[in-house]
Nanobody
């Protein structure tokens, strides 16, 4: 099975950018449909962006045009480039891998100040 470790979260001002990473170990992430989810306090976890094994991507409407999901197969790492950040993007961001079963990382906190 795959293990996922996120990093790169932090505090950023509104309008700024941040790139978060998810390093996979145990198996190649190219075997999985990979995604980024987020969960704010008191809210349900929601899909932010997803990339399939074939490289197709889809995004939540709230982040389209601002966020980009991509991977580096050589580094076995998934990324989420976040631009034009808004305070409502503040959440814990989780990396997810699906191939039959679903696997999750521990999350990384992203805080956007107004």
């Amino acid at each position: 099975q795959v293990q996922l470790v996120e990093s790169g979260g932090g505090l950023v001002q509104a309008g700024g950018s941040l790139r978060i990473s998810c390093v996979a170990s145990g198996r190649a992430l190219s075997l999985y449909t990979m995604g980024w989810y987020r969960q704010a306090p008191g809210k349900q976890r929601e899909l932010v962006a997803r990339i399939t094994r074939g490289g197709s991507t889809d995004y939540a409407d709230s982040v389209k045009g601002r966020f980009t999901i991509f991977n580096d197969k050589a580094k076995n790492t998934l990324y989420l480039q976040m631009n034009s950040l808004k305070p409502e993007d503040t959440s814990v961001y989780y990396c997810n891998a699906v191939m039959g079963s679903a696997y999750w990382g521990q999350g990384t906190q992203v805080t956007v100040s107004s």
